[in-house]
């Protein structure tokens, strides 16, 4: 399974572009990324997903270079509200099994 | 669609008690997944149950385990608790695969 490694924590302020990039050097092929938010005492709520290329929807882009082995969550114009605890999630679709990173921390400050 | 349902969302057990977690998937997911969160560990994997079969499992000891009903539910159960075992209990359920996964709320126990 993919070994997965994202900064610990993040500071931004209002208004700003946030870039978290997740490292999943041994991601395999059938492995597809996956990136949730999480409050706290709740569930992670699905952000965005992909497996190769650029991925956008209403909240997020995620940022997936040829060679896979690393991605890049895009937050554009964050608010106080996106304060939480971002995870990246690699999940391998031959295995069934999911890996995810120890996740980023970001604080939004006004 | 409703999104997934896990009960209870709190639980206060002793050591060495037996505990049973529920779970009701998305409507019309067949997969449901089991995660444990803790400070020190992070998210980890447990299990994964598929049309009422396990289909992965994770590092964790056979006092976890899980099973799955014909309408998807699922039961995880942990016996001889221990401290280490209080965390934040999480399932998750995906339509066919676990590409996309969608998270309950969670119950947490906390094991005295």
């Known amino acids: 399974l993919a070994k997965i490694t994202q900064p610990i924590s993040m500071d931004s302020y209002e208004g700003q572009e946030v870039n978290i990039t997740c490292s999943h050097n041994n991601i395999a092929t059938n492995d597809y990324i996956t990136w949730y938010q999480q409050f706290p005492s709740q569930g992670p709520r699905f952000i965005i997903q992909?497996?190769?290329t650029k991925v956008t929807n209403e909240v997020a882009s995620l940022f997936i270079p040829a060679d896979r082995k690393s991605s890049t969550l895009s937050l554009p114009r964050v608010s106080l509200s996106d304060t939480a605890v971002y995870y990246c999630?690699?999940?391998?679709?031959?295995?069934?099994?999911?890996?995810f990173g120890d996740g980023t921390t970001l604080t939004v400050k006004p | 669609k409703a999104g997934v349902t896990q009960t209870p969302r709190y639980l206060i057990k002793t050591r060495g008690q037996q505990v049973t977690l529920s779970c009701s998937p998305i409507s019309g997911h067949r997969s449901v997944s089991w995660y444990q969160q803790t400070p020190g560990q992070g998210l980890q994997f447990l299990f994964e149950y598929f049309s009422e079969t396990q289909r992965n499992k994770g590092n964790f000891p056979g006092r976890f385990s899980g099973r799955q009903f014909s309408n998807s539910r699922s039961e995880m159960n942990v016996s001889t608790l221990e401290l280490g075992d209080s965390a934040l209990y999480l399932c998750a359920s995906t339509d066919r695969g676990m590409e996309t996964q969608y998270f309950g709320p969670g119950t947490r126990l906390l094991v005295l």
């Open positions: 999630l690699v999940v391998n679709t031959n295995a069934g099994k999911s890996t």
């Open positions: 992909g497996y190769k």
